[in-house]
Structures are given as structure tokens and as C-alpha cells.
């Protein structure tokens, strides 16, 4: 028996090893035809040192319903290749300067050669996905297709909500549904077409992966205020320095008194945000609830994600999901 | 009996209608959940005059071997949206104001909102694509799949000659083949896909395309030079003034006197180019034989064109495709 951490190294190990050949074989460097400006940025984005969950989740997702590991490794590396697109292009976006701990596409290089090293990750991705072999390739496609839509509509509401202090918390919910817990539903869903599941059990994976999507993303901005800097590898209050509308911002509107409202968005109006600030936005966020109802939050996506894997049967091996839910939430821990 | 231009006119209508109901079923403005920053400027994107040439292609490749017209109309507005796509992110890398009369995406709006609706189309291109009802889809996927790629490298390389000047005409030709001829490649394979023609006669519908494609983007160098704004529709010569490689810059350097190479040379190395410059540049063009050379080479892949299609057999129904390339070529007319 295989402890799982172990498992989860073995995916992401399969996984790049899988990524490596693919990259080799398409993208060969020592190709004297092939443009250097589009491909080192390419390489460069899938190297760093990626936790490769979501390719994980299609693995995982695939194994337990029986299937092949693989059957789905051209399709867990399309999902790796179209999440560094999005993240390439969305770094340019965000004028975010690292990822990894390392510069991003768009500052190593510049914005234009970003823009195009992302375009061409599309293309790859869907280069790896066509290689997959299944009966239900096209049902796949359709999922990765209207997937990837949804995600560029996440990123889009996303970037509304920065100039909108209307959002609600059922809007909010349904762009981080669609920026972040999008593609881990892509994920579930295809991994599980792929290891022959029913349409009942691939629909109770969608749902899953929708639960533990917005609960990672609500924890993320929990995280982003709550935890030091050494620990989570980013600024604390970042997100509260970038003006960002999270959970926390758009619970504290719609449940704080009118004061804590006014406060909070005092602060947002600012143009430089000061480490007081953030201290403020904290008390607000604490004082409001909305601290607790974001811990309310994670525990109830977290409760129904369980719930949802309950519901796959008695046949289906769901231990390695449950594990994935514990790794990707205890971050902190 | 249709006339040419009524034949075309009959498929850019039906492409039109087409993208309209897909659009309005795929992206509607109506619809509350759905970003407005995302769909308004790909629809403002997929608006404009275009010629709708590309999926014209699609459909006469497909009625050329007898198939139904509306079973080649999702994959011909796939197309449609591919190539929107690459307007709207190449106008961002050229830093374009305007295309065809019109403030390009990223001046009426912004850089973030081209980049992210450019990825949209993408995404709508190959759910409009996943609609085409047939057996072929997988292989029609990974063509326009492995065209997409194509096309970046050719937008890569096309960069990276902005600052090269050791650029040889076959390192050009394989450029512009990239860039400008893979995208009719596309649509002339997979019409004839649809239309059900042979593994021999798809492979000529591609060279066909293939030098169409080569023989329009020369042709484009050339009357850039040659021919006076209001005929053309853009600036004279604004390729010299953009520092532009062209076919004629690559072949002046190949086979002009040292003197000519050194004039050239200094002409694109000044920041401002001055009309002065642009007239200079033409007539080295002229005495170094690169204006020749230029329409040597149209007229060569003409004809390479025209013996394609006459390989093709003697069923193959070729007046259309014919009558296109008329169309392409005499832009001026």
C-alpha cells in the first residue's frame, strides 16, 4: 500500500514525464524550423516547479472508476497545458511579476511574446487531448472547449469586479465557480468519461470538483489575510493591497453595518494601500463575520464535496480523492 | 446560372447567417450571467466588413467534391472566428489602430480586453467546429488543431524577423506560408474533407491553398509599394515605414549590388521613416529586380495553384475555386 503523499508523487512524476516527451516531440528546440521566440516561453512556463494537482485530478478521477492511468495522460496533460495559457495570459492581466518564484513570461520576455507563447499553449493542449483514445473523445472535446470558455468568462467577470462595489455574494460565487472551480470540474468530468463512468456518477464528479474548487478558492482568500507571509509564499493581504473584491470584501458589504461598509470601502478607494490598511480590512472582515462565514463557507463546500463522492456507489474507489480534498486544503498546514 | 461574384456573395451570406445564430446562441448580450466585457468586444470582432473569404473556402472545397453546403457551415465559421482570433491578438503584437475602418479591439477597448477576447474566439471557434456532423471530426480537429500551431510559429518567426536582416527568401517563404497560406490550408483540407474527396485529393486541395496563400501575401508586399493609397485602402508603403521585411526587402538583400544592400539597410535602420525613404525604397526594389522577382513569383504560384486543382480529376467541380483566386488576386482591380 502506497501512503498518500506517495500516490500524489507518482501523478505528478507520471504526469511530467508524460509533458516531457510530449514537449520533445512538438516543441523541439533543436528544431531548426521552429521559432525559439514561441517555444522557450512555452517550455519555460510548463518547467517551473508546478504542483500538477489538476492533471492529479484527472488521473485520480480516471483510476476510480477502474480506468487506465494511461488512457488519461494525453488528457491530464491538455489540462496542464491550458491551465499554464491561463495563467500566462492571465499574469499579463494581474501585472503579476513572479509565479513559482519565478518571473513571469511576460517580465522574462515581454507582454507580446506572453500573449503568443499562451496562444500556442492552446493549440498544445489540444494537440495532447486529440491524442487521446476513447469513444468519447468528442464528448470530451466539448467539455474541454465550453471549459476553457467559462474560465475566460471567470477571468472577465473577474476583471468587472474590480471597478464594481455591487457584487453580490451569489455573483461573486458564480465567477470564482467559473475563473477557479471551472477547470477542476473539467477534470473530474473527463477523467471520469474516460474511466467508463456512468452519467449519473460523472455528474456527482462534476459536482465534486465544484465543491472543492470554491472552497479552495474561498480559503485562498481566507489565507491571504489571515496567515504570515512565511507560510503561504505570497504578501500577506495582497489581495487587499490589489483592491481585489474577494468573499471577504463582498461578505463584509453585504452583512457589515453601514460604518464597517463605508470604512472597508474608504480603504479600497485608496490608491496606495498601507500595511494599516490592511490591518483595517482585517478587523472589518473580522468584525463583520465575514471571516467566519469564508471558515462557514470552506466547511460546507467541503462537507458537500465528501457528500458528492458518497453518492459515486459502493464500486468506486474514492480514497485517493478524499486524500487529494486533504492536500489541496491543508495548504496552511 | 450565378455569376462569380453572386456565387461569393451566396456564401458569405450563408457564413454570415450562420455566425449570427451562433452567436447570438453561444454569447447573448441578453443574457444577464454573461460578461459584457468579454462578449461585446468579440462580437464587435466578428462584426466588421470582413470578406468572409476564408470560410467561402471551406464551403467551395466542400461543394467542389459534391457535399452538402451546410454540413461544411460549423467548421467554415470555426474558421471565421480563428481568424478573428488572430486579428485581434496580431493588431495587439503590430500595434494596429485601426482594421478595415475601424478602431481595432484593443484601442476601443483596452490591451487586457483584445487579449482575453481573443482567447474567447479560440475557444468559440472550436465549439462552433465540435458542432460539424461527421465521421472525419477527429481529423479535421487536429488539422485545425495543428494549423492553429502553425500559425503562432508563423507570428513568432514573423517577429522575430522584425529585428533580423540575414533572413533568406526560402526562411521568408516558410514564414509567410506559416503566417498567411496555413490558414486557407486549413480550410481547403477540411472542406474536401467534408465533401468526402480522397487522401490524393485532399493533399491537392492543400497545395492549392498552399500556393494561393503564398501567392496572395507576395502580392500584398508588392502592392503595398506599388499602388496608391485610395485604391488599396491603406497607406502607401507602410510596410517600409513599419520596418517591415517583406519578400521584396528579403530579395533586394539576396540579389542586389552591395550598394543597393547598404542604401536598403540604412533606409531600415532610420527610427522615422520619411515618404522620402518609403520612394527610395521602391525604386531599389525596382533596379535590384525585387519588384520582378515579386511578380515572377505570384504569377508561378498561380499557376502551381491552377495545376493543382487540375490534378484533382476530371469530377471535381473547380470553377469556384477558380473564380476565388480571381477574386483574391485582383484586389486592385
Same mark, same amino acid.
Given at each position: 500500500m502506497v501512503a498518500p503523499h506517495n500516490k500524489f508523487a507518482e501523478y505528478k512524476n507520471l504526469v511530467n514525464v508524460h509533458l516531457e516527451n510530449f514537449l520533445d516531440r512538438?516543441?523541439?528546440?533543436?528544431?531548426?524550423?521552429?521559432?525559439r521566440s514561441l517555444y522557450e516561453p512555452v517550455r519555460y512556463a510548463m518547467e517551473g516547479?508546478?504542483?500538477?494537482i489538476r492533471p492529479a485530478l484527472v488521473l485520480m478521477s480516471c483510476a476510480a472508476f477502474g480506468g487506465a492511468l494511461q488512457k488519461a495522460l494525453p488528457a491530464a496533460a491538455a489540462i496542464e497545458l491550458v491551465h499554464n495559457f491561463t495563467l500566462v495570459h492571465d499574469d499579463i492581466m494581474d501585472h503579476d511579476d513572479t509565479r513559482r518564484g519565478r518571473p513571469t513570461v511576460h517580465r522574462k520576455w515581454d507582454t507580446d511574446t506572453a500573449l503568443l507563447a499562451g496562444d500556442a499553449l492552446v493549440a498544445m493542449a489540444y494537440q495532447s487531448l486529440l491524442q487521446t483514445e476513447s469513444p468519447h473523445l468528442n464528448r470530451i472535446c466539448q467539455i474541454f472547449t465550453d471549459g476553457i470558455l467559462k474560465i475566460c468568462e471567470g477571468q472577465a467577470l473577474d476583471r468587472e469586479f474590480?471597478?464594481?462595489?455591487? +457584487?453580490?455574494p451569489t455573483r461573486y460565487e458564480d465567477m470564482i465557480l467559473k475563473k477557479t472551480a471551472w477547470l477542476l470540474i473539467m477534470c473530474a468530468q473527463m477523467g471520469a468519461i474516460l474511466g467508463e463512468a456512468n452519467s449519473a456518477q460523472i455528474e456527482h464528479m462534476g459536482r465534486f470538483a465544484e465543491h472543492v474548487g470554491l472552497a479552495f478558492q474561498i480559503q485562498d482568500d481566507l489565507l491571504d489575510i489571515t496567515i504570515a507571509q512565511e507560510i503561504l509564499g505570497k504578501d500577506f493581504g495582497s489581495d487587499v493591497r490589489r483592491h481585489k473584491r474577494t468573499f471577504l470584501y463582498v461578505q463584509a458589504l453585504q452583512h457589515g453595518e453601514k460604518s464597517a461598509q463605508a470604512a472597508l470601502r474608504e480603504i479600497f478607494m485608496k490608491p496606495e494601500i498601507a500595511q494599516s490598511d490592511i490591518l483595517s480590512a482585517q478587523r472589518i472582515f473580522s468584525e463583520t463575520g465575514a471571516l467566519a462565514a469564508a471558515e462557514n463557507a470552506v466547511r460546507e463546500h467541503l462537507s458537500q464535496a465528501h457528500a458528492c463522492l458518497t453518492e459515486l456507489?459502493?464500486? +468506486?474507489?474514492?480514497t485517493e480523492l478524499r486524500d487529494l480534498i486533504h492536500l489541496i486544503l491543508h495548504r496552511n498546514a
Open positions: 512538438h516543441a523541439s528546440l533543436v528544431s531548426a524550423t521552429l521559432p516547479n508546478g504542483k500538477r474590480e471597478h464594481d462595489d455591487s +457584487v453580490t456507489g459502493p464500486g +468506486v474507489k474514492t
